[in-house]
Structures are given as structure tokens and as C-alpha cells.
């Protein structure tokens, strides 16, 4: 097994090498409720995006999306990244729901054993057999090219049965064909299935995959078996993976066969069979640990994986699971991202906290931990639907009652509305931040904030209101409603310089510039208008005798003049106020 990462090795055109031949074009799918129809296929985005217009101005079904799409020749497989989204029904859209692709001539359903290990069949084995093939940590490719896995399950009878007639229910709907005719053709295909199985077994022997000798035996298989031979490497290594204990032991164990320069096709079984052990039910859990974890970590656990940086729990890590972080890393994998993609989204779909805390203020800095990390994994964070899965949860956790709960500790009205403004600034995108601006905008009272902290001292009440201010300017929110509340803040600190410092009563003038500096050396004040009035203020007074010639009377010595002078000019320049 080659598993030592040299910097530098992945360079763009070794990438390029690496995953074989790609092309890039442009879906359009209609939306129908219960699956997503492809309506066109283009190489011309503007072709895509003037046919998703048409189909709304139409409505043609309930709504509509653009995906771009490449398709990895050499892996028999299309990612799809969902560039825009458009829905004229109400209401959430399951992100399982399936993508119906035209197939030319047919009904797309199962006649022969080689239609079950399609993609989309093994999608509906994976349904329908969900708890057999968690239970026994198995993968649909692995029971579909192993005999001992088919034996296994044809054994178990009723288990086998049951999936078969929940699978011919679920193909007969809107159609005329009776359900136990369609479950009596699968009954018969999956005993074709395990016929084929015995026979190649016996005719062409595989032997189970080996570390360091996995490339080799690929190019054998090949030789012997020309086009045919993904079928037979995907028989040795379901041999392989017989012994490999939970879904890590598998991970390791398809890391083990990884090997420098192995070419895209013989990668693409070790991806196919990642793929479906991410989209096995139980794989977020182990790839946590045993121990019970949130899934807000399990989430990350996913996203790790995508990124090719995943460490195994309890120190787990082994030569196995680097060499397979550095296929992925090289975009070696492009199946298993996919999956992992419209795995996320599903978890992200599911309402239940993704962390224990179900306080709104630990919700909103989960979903700004999710934000940040699906920024530094461009393919997640350029998907629109990974994108609206997670503003739509953030809508869902903003109400009146979390809000309430939010500030329910906070005594003053400042540390209300800066709780209030750190979620807006927590929130993930537009909608939700707008939603939590509409009770920043309730609470919100300068008048308020001037009475907790001044009461009838006004001036003392500077050091909140400068740092509401720098608070409300750093919040990521909207520009409108930023300005607004800057706005009424630099009016507040205005009215109160000039009101209550520089037309103090019954002080004098130097008095005044003397306490204005003071509290501007405490507290700067942001770019604005009261800014402007205290630099002008006290940009006139420095240079007029009304403020300094009683300043200076107040030192008898020279010497206590000249380090009054000084502090002067220090406390100006501490002030921000000194002219530019």
C-alpha cells in the first residue's frame, strides 16, 4: 500500500490525470412533488437558466432548479451541484427525494441481475433492506458480488421477502400493474442474482484483494475479462471486505489498497463502495466514536471526510485511513463526496438539535460553525439547496419564545440588545438575519441605554453607547437596518455632547473641553457626527486663550506648566480628538 503524502503531489494536472476524462453541462429539473424530472440537458447555462424561466412561467410542476453537473467518464458517475432554486408550492422539499432521469426505451425498472447493481437500484436495496444491511455492516455492491452475502440473506427468508414486496409496491404506483406480479419478477431476480453468483464463482474464481497488490490484479482482471472487469473486481473485493470489522474497519481496510498511481478506473470500485458505507444509516455515528455524540459532530465528522482530513475516533488513526484521506483529497472520490453532500443536507433537513443545547444562542453559533465550514469546502458551500437547507433551519429556530429565552438572563437593556445583535451576526444568511433583526429592532431604545448607565448623568452613559456602537458596527446584518441604528446612536451621543458637556451649566468652559476629552480618552467615539462636533470643539479651544489661560494658571511653577502641557497632549491624543 503507498500511503506517504508528499506536499506539492497533488498539482492541478496530476489531479486532472488522476480522475480521467470529466465534462461539465447543465440540468434542468422539473419539480413534482414526490421526485425531481430532468427536462433538458445542455452545455449552455443560459440555455438552462432561459428554460427554468419558461417552466415557471408555465408551472410546470411545483418548482424548479439548474445543476451543474460533471460527469466522471471514467467512474460511470455525475456529480451535481445545484446552482439555482426556484418553488412555487409551499412547504419543504425532502432532499431524498429522487432524481427521474428519461430513459430512452424503457420503464427503467429491473429485468436482469446486471440492471440490480445500477445506481438507482442499489439505492432502493439500501432502502428497503436498511436495517439487515446495517446490522451486518454491509453495502449493497458488497451483497450483490458476494455469493456468501446473497446465500446469507436468501436464508433469512422473510427478510428478503419483505424488501421485495416494499420495493414492487413502491414500482407499480401510478400504473396498472398488479403489485404481486412486480414482486413475484423480483422474487425471481434476486434467485437469477444468486444462480449467477454460484456459477461465476465456480467458472471464474476471484481471489480476495490484497495490500500492495491491488493495482496488479485490477490490470489482471482487466486482461482476462476485457470490459466485464469491474464486475470481477468488485467480487474480490467483497472478498476482501468479508472480515473487516464496522464500517471503520472497512474504511482502513479500502484505505490499505490505495496505491500511488493507480488509474481512475480501477479507483472507481474502492469509491463506489466508500460511497455507499457514508450513506449507510450508522456510518455517522462510528465515525464519531462509540461514545455518544451530537450531531452537530457527526456532521463535521462528514464534512471532514469530503475534505480528505478525517481522524478517526480514540486515536484510531491508521496508514489506511490517511492513504484513503489522501484520495479524497485529490478528488480521487467524486462519488463519495456527492453522497456526502446530499448527506449532509439531510442531516441538516432533520429537525433534531444538532447539539444538546436547544438555547437559541448555542443553536445560532452552531449553525455559524456550520456556515464557516461549508465556506472551506467550496463544493458545499456553492450547492443552493446545501445552502437554503441551512437557512431554513435557522428560520425554524427563530420565534418569539426562543427569543424570549435568549435575553430572559440579561438584566440591562444593553446586554439585551447586544445578545440580540451577536445572534444577528451568528445567523447564516440573509433571511434569517433578517428575521433576527425585526426583534433587534423591538428592543431597541438609545434613550434606554442612556438611563442604565447615566440615569441623570448622561455623560457616563458614553462607554455603552460607544460600545453598542462598535458592537452594531462589526454585526454582519443588513446595510439599511445598520445604518438606522448607528444612526440613532451617533444622534444620542451628539445630543448629549452638546447638551451635557459643551453647554454644561454651571461649569466653566474649560471645565467642559477638559471633561469632554476625558471621556473620549475612555470611550473614542466612532466616525460621525458627534465626533465632528468634538473635534471642532476641541480643535478651537486648544488654540483660543478662553480654555488656555485658566488651564495654565492653574500651574505656578514652570516646570508644572510645562507637564501640564504635556498631559495635555497626551490626553488629546489619547481622545482621538486632535485635528488632522
Not at 452475502?149 to 428478503?160: E, F, I, M, Q, Y
Not at 456556515?371 to 437554503?388: C, G, V
Request: glycine share 6%.
Amino acid at each position: 500500500m503507498w500511503f506517504t503524502i508528499q506536499k506539492g503531489s497533488d498539482c492541478v494536472s496530476e489531479t486532472i490525470e488522476a480522475i480521467g476524462k470529466t465534462r461539465i453541462y447543465f440540468e434542468l429539473h422539473t419539480y413534482h412533488g414526490s421526485y425531481w424530472m430532468c427536462a433538458r440537458i445542455t452545455d449552455d447555462l443560459e440555455e438552462a437558466e432561459a428554460g427554468a424561466r419558461n417552466a415557471q412561467a408555465d408551472k410546470v410542476g411545483f418548482g424548479v432548479r439548474i445543476a451543474r453537473c460533471t460527469e466522471y467518464e471514467d467512474y460511470g458517475h455525475v456529480s451535481r451541484t445545484i446552482l439555482s432554486r426556484t418553488l412555487w408550492r409551499d412547504g419543504m422539499v425532502d432532499p431524498a427525494i429522487p432524481l427521474i432521469m428519461p430513459v430512452p426505451g424503457g420503464d427503467g425498472l429491473c429485468r436482469v441481475p446486471s440492471d440490480l447493481r445500477g445506481d438507482r437500484a442499489r439505492e432502493i436495496i439500501a432502502t428497503s433492506l436498511q436495517r439487515y444491511m446495517d446490522d451486518n455492516r454491509l453495502t449493497p455492491l458488497e451483497l450483490l458480488h458476494s455469493e456468501a452475502h446473497a446465500l446469507r440473506l436468501n436464508d433469512a427468508g422473510t427478510t428478503l421477502q419483505g424488501a421485495l414486496q416494499k420495493a414492487a409496491i413502491n414500482q407499480v404506483q401510478g400504473s396498472d400493474v398488479p403489485v404481486q406480479r412486480r414482486f413475484k419478477e423480483l422474487l425471481a431476480l434476486a434467485d437469477q442474482l444468486l444462480g449467477e453468483l454460484r456459477a461465476d464463482a465456480k467458472k471464474a474464481p476471484v481471489l480476495a484483494c490484497v495490500s500492495g497488490g491491488y493495482g496488479s490484479q485490477c490490470a489482471g482482471l482487466e486482461a482476462k475479462h476485457g470490459t466485464a472487469a469491474s464486475y470481477h473486481i468488485f467480487r474480490a473485493l467483497a472478498l476482501y471486505l468479508a472480515d473487516s470489522k464496522g464500517w471503520i474497519g472497512k474504511l482502513d481496510a479500502l484505505g490499505h489498497l490505495v496505491e500511488e498511481d493507480l488509474p481512475a478506473r480501477f479507483v472507481m470500485p474502492i469509491d463506489a463502495i466508500l460511497a455507499e458505507i457514508v450513506n449507510a444509516t450508522t456510518t455517522p455515528n462510528e465515525l464519531t466514536g462509540p461514545e455518544h455524540s451530537d450531531r452537530l459532530t457527526q456532521i463535521r465528522a462528514l464534512v471532514d471526510l469530503h475534505a480528505g482530513r478525517y481522524e478517526p475516533p480514540s486515536n484510531r488513526a491508521s496508514d489506511g485511513i490517511r492513504a484513503l484521506n489522501w484520495l479524497i483529497s485529490r478528488g480521487q472520490c467524486p462519488r463519495t463526496r456527492s453522497t456526502i453532500e446530499r448527506r449532509v443536507v439531510r442531516e441538516l433537513t432533520n429537525l433534531a438539535p444538532l447539539k444538546a443545547e436547544r438555547a437559541l444562542w448555542n443553536q445560532a453559533q452552531t449553525l455559524h460553525l456550520l456556515m464557516e465550514l461549508f465556506r472551506k469546502t467550496p463544493p458545499l458551500a456553492d450547492d443552493i439547496e446545501m445552502l437554503e437547507t441551512l437557512e431554513q433551519r435557522a428560520l425554524r429556530l427563530i420565534n418569539p419564545e426562543s427569543v424570549t429565552e435568549a435575553i430572559s438572563q440579561c438584566r440591562l437593556p444593553s446586554e439585551k440588545v447586544r445578545t440580540l445583535v451577536r445572534i444577528v451576526d451568528l445567523m447564516p444568511y440573509v433571511a434569517s438575519k433578517a428575521k433576527m433583526t425585526e426583534f433587534v429592532r423591538a428592543a431597541w431604545s438609545p434613550d434606554d441605554l442612556v438611563r442604565e448607565s447615566g440615569g441623570k448623568d448622561r455623560p457616563a452613559a458614553l462607554p455603552v453607547l460607544v460600545g453598542m456602537h462598535r458592537d452594531v458596527a462589526g454585526a454582519d446584518m443588513d446595510a439599511d437596518t445598520k445604518a438606522r441604528l448607528l444612526g440613532d446612536l451617533d444622534a444620542t451621543l451628539l445630543d448629549i455632547i452638546r447638551i451635557d458637556v459643551l453647554n454644561a451649566p454651571n461649569r466653566s468652559f474649560m471645565d467642559r473641553i477638559l471633561q469632554l476629552m476625558k471621556l473620549c480618552a475612555a470611550s473614542p467615539l466612532p466616525e460621525g457626527k458627534a465626533r465632528a462636533c468634538a473635534v471642532e470643539a476641541v480643535g478651537r479651544a486648544v488654540n483660543s486663550p478662553e480654555f488656555l489661560e485658566p488651564f495654565m494658571k492653574r500651574f505656578k511653577a514652570e516646570a508644572e506648566r510645562k507637564q501640564a502641557l504635556l498631559s495635555l497632549r497626551t490626553l488629546l491624543k489619547t481622545s482621538g480628538l486632535a485635528s488632522r
